[in-house]
């Protein structure tokens, strides 16, 4: 399977612990995009980072989550001291280029809960 | 603020009716508008796309009516089944400049009753 690979699929944390969620994009695909969804909501958009890069990170929250997408291995979402209200499904997608088709391809998505 | 504008927040239709899923959007700036079908535990997957020069775009049973001077678009299903079943998200993004984000509406839950 080719497609968008994310763990863990499911992830529980007590408050104050950190949460890591891995994504790995398609074959070929250099451009990463973090999206979180909340029960009953649409996604929120967070991050896109390509290699080595953080391009936009306007809907990341200014404290505590951080970003990274090295030469080497998969995109990685880091939240620090984990609050209930980061109780949330977590999805990842990729892209070949700069989306100028505009198709994100998107992974099944990490479910954080938060105790 | 919600750039994107989604209804109805749930819809039930016999099988073989015509769903249709509407969407409202205030930056004159996006030029790109997908839709996206989602199963319980599953990531979003691209259905359709249409961009702004057209008016309506035909994918299958899948059809996106667009209409610039609103700025609304729809997404209709014909011959609805019940493996049509699931959530739809209508999106919209900037594709010219800037990281192309999308921007999702909040998303509606079909059921399509056999």
């Known amino acids: 399977n080719a497609g968008v690979m994310q763990n863990p699929r499911h992830l529980v944390r007590r408050r104050g612990q950190e949460a890591r969620l891995r994504c790995s994009p398609m074959?070929?695909?250099?451009?990463v995009y973090w999206y979180r969804q909340l029960p009953e909501e649409g996604l929120k958009f967070m991050v896109y980072?390509?290699?080595?890069?953080?391009?936009?990170e306007s809907g990341m929250p200014k404290e505590r989550f951080s970003a990274e997408f090295p030469k080497e291995g998969p995109s990685i979402l880091r939240i620090q001291q984990v609050v209930r209200g980061d109780s949330a499904a977590y999805f990842c997608?990729?892209?070949?280029?700069?989306?100028?088709?505009?198709?994100?391809?998107f992974g099944e998505g990490s479910r954080l809960t938060v105790l | 603020q919600q750039q994107v504008k989604q209804s109805p927040q749930s819809l039930i239709v016999q099988k073989g009716g015509i769903p249709i899923i509407n969407c409202a959007y205030e930056?004159?700036?996006?030029?790109?508008f997908p839709w996206y079908q989602q199963f319980p535990g599953k990531g979003p997957a691209l259905l359709i796309a249409?961009?702004?020069?057209?008016s309506e775009k035909k994918e299958g049973r899948f059809t996106i009516s667009f209409n610039k001077s609103a700025k609304q678009f729809s997404l209709h299903i014909m011959d609805s089944q019940p493996g049509d079943s699931a959530t739809y998200f209508c999106?919209?993004?900037?594709?010219?400049?800037?990281?192309?984000?999308?921007?999702f509406g909040k998303g509606t839950k079909l059921t399509v009753n056999p």
């Open positions: 997608a990729s892209s070949p280029r700069v989306p100028g088709a505009g198709e994100l391809f």
């Open positions: 074959k070929g695909h250099s451009h």
């Open positions: 980072l390509q290699k080595e890069n953080i391009i936009d």
């Open positions: 930056n004159t700036a996006f030029d790109y």
């Open positions: 249409i961009r702004p020069d057209v």
């Open positions: 999106a919209a993004s900037r594709m010219k400049g800037g990281s192309e984000k999308l921007v």
